[in-house]
Protein backbone atom coordinates (compact mmCIF):
# COMPACT_ATOMS: atom_id res chain seq x y z
CA UNK A 1 0.00 0.00 0.00
CA UNK A 2 1.17 3.58 -0.75
CA UNK A 3 0.53 6.86 -1.21
CA UNK A 4 0.58 8.56 -4.65
CA UNK A 5 3.05 11.69 -4.68
CA UNK A 6 3.50 12.12 -8.39
CA UNK A 7 1.67 10.58 -11.47
CA UNK A 8 1.83 11.17 -15.18
CA UNK A 9 -1.40 8.93 -15.76
CA UNK A 10 -4.37 11.34 -15.37
CA UNK A 11 -6.01 8.64 -13.25
CA UNK A 12 -4.44 9.08 -10.50
CA UNK A 13 -3.71 11.89 -8.54
CA UNK A 14 -1.42 13.13 -5.59
CA UNK A 15 -2.32 12.07 -2.27
CA UNK A 16 -4.03 8.78 -3.40
CA UNK A 17 -3.98 5.70 -1.59
CA UNK A 18 -2.71 2.60 -3.85
CA UNK A 19 -2.60 -1.10 -3.44
CA UNK A 20 -0.28 -3.54 -5.27
CA UNK A 21 0.78 -6.97 -5.13
CA UNK A 22 4.00 -6.04 -6.22
CA UNK A 23 5.14 -3.08 -4.55
CA UNK A 24 8.59 -2.77 -3.18
CA UNK A 25 9.91 -2.92 0.45
CA UNK A 26 11.27 0.62 -0.23
CA UNK A 27 10.19 4.11 1.61
CA UNK A 28 9.87 5.29 -2.30
CA UNK A 29 8.84 3.71 -5.78
CA UNK A 30 8.40 4.04 -8.95
CA UNK A 31 5.26 1.62 -10.41
CA UNK A 32 3.89 1.46 -14.03
CA UNK A 33 0.11 2.57 -13.21
CA UNK A 34 -1.33 -0.76 -14.55
CA UNK A 35 -0.33 -2.18 -11.55
CA UNK A 36 -1.86 -0.06 -9.40
CA UNK A 37 -5.33 -0.32 -7.82
CA UNK A 38 -6.73 3.06 -6.56
CA UNK A 39 -8.79 2.68 -3.09
CA UNK A 40 -11.55 4.91 -1.12
CA UNK A 41 -11.29 3.54 2.39
CA UNK A 42 -14.83 3.50 3.03
CA UNK A 43 -16.37 4.63 6.83
CA UNK A 44 -15.49 2.44 9.13
CA UNK A 45 -12.84 0.33 7.42
CA UNK A 46 -9.04 1.01 8.83
CA UNK A 47 -6.50 1.51 6.63
CA UNK A 48 -4.58 -1.59 7.23
CA UNK A 49 -7.50 -3.96 6.60
CA UNK A 50 -7.32 -3.48 3.21
CA UNK A 51 -4.06 -4.97 3.25
CA UNK A 52 -5.46 -7.96 5.52
CA UNK A 53 -9.00 -8.79 5.95
CA UNK A 54 -9.72 -6.77 2.23
CA UNK A 55 -5.84 -8.05 1.20
CA UNK A 56 -3.92 -11.00 -0.20
CA UNK A 57 -5.17 -13.01 3.50
CA UNK A 58 -8.85 -11.81 3.26
CA UNK A 59 -9.02 -13.50 -0.27
CA UNK A 60 -6.91 -16.48 0.64
CA UNK A 61 -8.67 -17.32 3.20
CA UNK A 62 -11.77 -16.68 0.92
CA UNK A 63 -11.01 -19.05 -1.77
CA UNK A 64 -9.97 -22.06 0.66
CA UNK A 65 -13.20 -21.61 2.53
CA UNK A 66 -15.73 -20.79 0.19
CA UNK A 67 -14.53 -22.16 -3.40
CA UNK A 68 -12.20 -25.07 -2.24
CA UNK A 69 -13.52 -25.52 1.07
CA UNK A 70 -17.42 -25.13 0.01
CA UNK A 71 -17.89 -24.40 3.49
CA UNK A 72 -21.51 -25.06 4.67
CA UNK A 73 -24.03 -24.39 7.60
CA UNK A 74 -23.10 -27.46 9.91
CA UNK A 75 -19.77 -28.52 8.28
CA UNK A 76 -17.57 -29.39 10.89
CA UNK A 77 -14.32 -26.99 9.79
CA UNK A 78 -10.82 -27.12 10.64
CA UNK A 79 -8.37 -24.50 10.33
CA UNK A 80 -4.70 -24.83 11.18
CA UNK A 81 -2.09 -22.02 12.12
CA UNK A 82 -5.74 -20.21 12.92
CA UNK A 83 -4.11 -17.51 14.32
CA UNK A 84 -1.99 -16.26 11.69
CA UNK A 85 -2.97 -13.63 8.64
CA UNK A 86 -4.94 -16.08 6.49
CA UNK A 87 -5.90 -18.34 9.02
CA UNK A 88 -7.29 -16.05 11.53
CA UNK A 89 -9.81 -14.98 8.91
CA UNK A 90 -10.44 -18.69 7.13
CA UNK A 91 -12.00 -19.49 10.78
CA UNK A 92 -14.17 -16.31 11.25
CA UNK A 93 -15.36 -16.91 8.12
CA UNK A 94 -16.41 -20.29 8.26
CA UNK A 95 -18.41 -19.78 11.30
CA UNK A 96 -20.45 -16.97 9.29
CA UNK A 97 -21.49 -18.97 7.21
CA UNK A 98 -22.74 -21.42 9.98
CA UNK A 99 -20.03 -24.09 10.20
CA UNK A 100 -18.46 -25.58 13.85
CA UNK A 101 -14.99 -23.82 13.55
CA UNK A 102 -12.27 -25.83 15.47
CA UNK A 103 -8.69 -24.50 15.05
CA UNK A 104 -5.04 -25.39 16.48
CA UNK A 105 -2.15 -22.58 17.13
CA UNK A 106 0.95 -22.35 19.31
CA UNK A 107 0.08 -21.09 22.49
CA UNK A 108 -2.17 -20.95 25.04
CA UNK A 109 -3.03 -16.94 24.17
CA UNK A 110 -3.95 -17.74 20.76
CA UNK A 111 -6.19 -19.79 22.45
CA UNK A 112 -8.01 -17.66 24.21
CA UNK A 113 -8.02 -15.40 21.65
CA UNK A 114 -9.49 -17.15 18.70
CA UNK A 115 -12.54 -18.99 21.39
CA UNK A 116 -13.25 -15.29 23.07
CA UNK A 117 -12.50 -12.69 19.91
CA UNK A 118 -12.59 -14.58 16.94
CA UNK A 119 -15.72 -16.77 17.90
CA UNK A 120 -13.99 -20.06 17.25
CA UNK A 121 -15.84 -22.92 18.80
CA UNK A 122 -13.07 -24.04 20.13
CA UNK A 123 -9.43 -24.34 19.62
CA UNK A 124 -5.61 -26.58 21.29
CA UNK A 125 -2.05 -25.77 21.34
CA UNK A 126 -0.38 -28.18 19.19
CA UNK A 127 2.46 -27.68 21.38
CA UNK A 128 0.99 -29.09 24.36
CA UNK A 129 -1.63 -31.32 22.45
CA UNK A 130 1.24 -33.11 20.51
CA UNK A 131 -0.74 -36.14 19.30
CA UNK A 132 -2.67 -34.57 16.86
CA UNK A 133 -4.67 -37.90 16.32
CA UNK A 134 -5.64 -38.15 19.57
CA UNK A 135 -6.59 -34.63 19.46
CA UNK A 136 -8.54 -34.55 16.36
CA UNK A 137 -10.32 -36.94 17.80
CA UNK A 138 -11.25 -35.10 20.72
CA UNK A 139 -12.12 -32.32 18.98
CA UNK A 140 -14.02 -34.01 16.22
CA UNK A 141 -15.98 -36.83 17.20
CA UNK A 142 -18.37 -36.18 14.34
CA UNK A 143 -14.94 -35.98 11.69
CA UNK A 144 -13.86 -33.26 9.50
CA UNK A 145 -15.73 -31.73 6.29
CA UNK A 146 -13.31 -28.91 5.33
CA UNK A 147 -9.55 -29.14 5.94
CA UNK A 148 -7.88 -25.26 5.48
CA UNK A 149 -3.96 -26.54 5.47
CA UNK A 150 -1.36 -23.93 6.44
CA UNK A 151 1.45 -26.43 7.99
CA UNK A 152 0.93 -29.41 6.22
CA UNK A 153 3.63 -32.73 7.33
CA UNK A 154 2.13 -34.51 10.11
CA UNK A 155 -0.86 -32.17 10.68
CA UNK A 156 -2.36 -33.10 7.43
CA UNK A 157 -1.77 -36.64 8.01
CA UNK A 158 -3.40 -36.68 11.21
CA UNK A 159 -5.99 -35.03 9.42
CA UNK A 160 -6.69 -37.65 6.75
CA UNK A 161 -7.52 -40.29 9.99
CA UNK A 162 -10.57 -37.93 10.31
CA UNK A 163 -11.95 -36.45 7.40
CA UNK A 164 -15.66 -37.35 6.36
CA UNK A 165 -17.11 -38.66 3.24
CA UNK A 166 -16.65 -35.94 0.44
CA UNK A 167 -14.20 -34.19 2.35
CA UNK A 168 -12.50 -30.77 0.88
CA UNK A 169 -8.83 -29.83 1.87
CA UNK A 170 -7.82 -26.65 1.00
CA UNK A 171 -4.01 -26.38 0.51
CA UNK A 172 -3.32 -22.77 1.03
CA UNK A 173 0.74 -23.52 2.62
CA UNK A 174 2.85 -26.17 3.91
CA UNK A 175 4.61 -23.68 6.98
CA UNK A 176 6.39 -26.63 8.88
CA UNK A 177 8.14 -28.00 5.10
CA UNK A 178 9.39 -24.70 4.04
CA UNK A 179 13.12 -24.64 5.70
CA UNK A 180 13.78 -28.17 4.47
CA UNK A 181 15.03 -30.02 1.90
CA UNK A 182 12.24 -32.36 0.04
CA UNK A 183 14.16 -35.67 1.16
CA UNK A 184 13.88 -34.43 4.87
CA UNK A 185 10.24 -33.15 4.97
CA UNK A 186 7.25 -35.43 6.77
CA UNK A 187 6.05 -37.90 4.14
CA UNK A 188 1.65 -38.29 4.44
CA UNK A 189 0.94 -42.05 4.53
CA UNK A 190 -2.37 -42.22 4.44
CA UNK A 191 -2.98 -40.61 1.24
CA UNK A 192 -5.67 -44.15 0.61
CA UNK A 193 -7.73 -42.67 3.20
CA UNK A 194 -8.91 -40.17 0.14
CA UNK A 195 -9.90 -43.09 -1.89
CA UNK A 196 -12.58 -44.58 0.04
CA UNK A 197 -13.93 -41.25 1.87
CA UNK A 198 -13.92 -39.54 -1.64
CA UNK A 199 -11.82 -36.64 -0.29
CA UNK A 200 -10.96 -34.07 -2.55
CA UNK A 201 -7.63 -32.18 -2.24
CA UNK A 202 -6.46 -29.03 -3.78
CA UNK A 203 -3.88 -27.00 -3.50
CA UNK A 204 -3.88 -22.63 -4.68
CA UNK A 205 -2.08 -20.16 -5.51
CA UNK A 206 -4.51 -17.24 -4.82
CA UNK A 207 -3.10 -15.17 -7.91
CA UNK A 208 -4.89 -17.70 -9.81
CA UNK A 209 -8.51 -16.28 -8.41
CA UNK A 210 -8.16 -12.58 -8.86
CA UNK A 211 -10.86 -12.61 -11.39
CA UNK A 212 -13.59 -13.27 -7.79
CA UNK A 213 -11.93 -10.29 -6.42
CA UNK A 214 -14.84 -7.75 -6.84
CA UNK A 215 -17.48 -10.70 -5.38
CA UNK A 216 -15.26 -11.13 -2.88
CA UNK A 217 -14.56 -7.29 -1.77
CA UNK A 218 -18.27 -7.24 -2.08
CA UNK A 219 -19.08 -9.93 0.43
CA UNK A 220 -16.06 -9.01 2.81
CA UNK A 221 -16.60 -5.14 3.59
CA UNK A 222 -20.45 -5.61 4.43
CA UNK A 223 -19.08 -8.57 7.00
CA UNK A 224 -16.26 -6.05 8.69
CA UNK A 225 -19.18 -3.17 8.64
CA UNK A 226 -21.76 -5.60 10.56
CA UNK A 227 -18.80 -6.77 13.02
CA UNK A 228 -18.94 -10.14 12.09
CA UNK A 229 -14.85 -10.41 11.18
CA UNK A 230 -12.28 -8.57 13.41
CA UNK A 231 -8.80 -8.32 11.95
CA UNK A 232 -5.93 -8.42 13.81
CA UNK A 233 -2.38 -6.73 12.80
CA UNK A 234 1.26 -6.88 13.97
CA UNK A 235 2.47 -3.42 12.88
CA UNK A 236 6.77 -3.45 12.69
CA UNK A 237 7.80 0.09 11.84
CA UNK A 238 10.55 1.14 9.71
CA UNK A 239 12.21 -0.21 7.01
CA UNK A 240 14.82 -1.00 9.10
CA UNK A 241 12.22 -3.56 10.64
CA UNK A 242 11.71 -5.67 7.37
CA UNK A 243 14.06 -8.98 8.17
CA UNK A 244 12.87 -8.95 11.62
CA UNK A 245 9.11 -9.02 10.51
CA UNK A 246 9.38 -11.60 7.94
CA UNK A 247 11.59 -13.84 10.42
CA UNK A 248 8.80 -13.17 12.42
CA UNK A 249 6.14 -15.28 10.26
CA UNK A 250 8.27 -18.58 11.26
CA UNK A 251 8.27 -18.26 14.76
CA UNK A 252 4.97 -18.56 15.77
CA UNK A 253 5.26 -14.86 17.65
CA UNK A 254 2.61 -13.18 16.05
CA UNK A 255 -0.99 -12.45 15.74
CA UNK A 256 -3.02 -11.66 12.56
CA UNK A 257 -1.46 -10.58 9.56
CA UNK A 258 1.90 -9.13 9.91
CA UNK A 259 2.17 -5.26 8.11
CA UNK A 260 5.58 -3.28 7.61
CA UNK A 261 4.64 0.63 7.94
CA UNK A 262 8.45 1.89 5.95
CA UNK A 263 7.67 5.48 7.40
CA UNK A 264 5.55 7.11 10.20
Not at 35 to 56: F, N
Not at 201 to 227: A, C, D, P, R, T
Not at 234 to 254: D, H
Request: hydrophobic share 40%.
Amino acid sequence: MGKVIQSKDTKFSEGDIVLSRICPVSEFGVMPSNLLQKITPAIGIALPDYLSCLGMPGITAWVGIEKIGNAKAGSNVYISAAAGGVGIIAGQLAKVKGCRVVGSVGSDDKVKLLKEECGYDDAFNYRVETDYDAALTKYFPNGIDVYFDNVGGKMLEAVLNHVNHGARIALCGMISEYNKVWTEREGVRNLLNMVGKEVMMKGFMVGSYYNHFEEFIKEMEVYLKEGKIKSKHKIYNGIESFLESLASLFSSSNVGKVILQVTP
